[in-house]
């Protein structure tokens, strides 16, 4: 099962911009689909963004469309989340997983209970 180490959350303004990583413990990061997926507190789990490993094809829910991109590079095992346009509804702590099925306009984690330490992103307004 690939690790993955999430980083680059912070406090921002409302308005403002983050850019998580996500960097796998393998290389075998290439073979898969990778999603963004977050939780804040007292709420469920809610995918956010995914890309694919073939063509890279992105996905994300509609809530986040317009605003943040997903991106991956390979040959540094990383799967960014550029993150534009925050609000506060964005607060959450974000986390990236391997085990993820993509469509569009849905993300969905298949074992959010199998994740890393994630990030944690706090929007202020």
């Known amino acids: 099962q690939l690790q993955f180490a999430e980083s680059g959350g912070g406090l921002v303004q409302q308005g403002g911009s983050l850019r998580l990583s996500c960097v796998a413990s393998?290389?075998?990061?290439?073979?898969?689909?990778v999603g963004w997926f977050r939780q804040a507190p007292g709420k469920e789990h809610e995918g956010v963004a995914c890309i694919g490993a073939s063509d890279g094809t992105t996905y994300y829910v509609d809530s986040v469309k317009g605003r943040f991109t997903i991106s991956r590079d390979d040959a540094k095992n990383t799967v960014y989340l550029q993150m534009n346009a925050l609000s506060p509804e964005d607060t959450a702590i974000y986390y990236c997983t391997a085990d993820v099925g993509c469509s569009d306009g849905t993300v969905i984690p298949t074992r959010p209970n199998h994740r890393g330490q994630g990030t944690q992103v706090t929007v202020s307004s």
């Open positions: 393998e290389s075998r990061m290439t073979k898969f689909a």
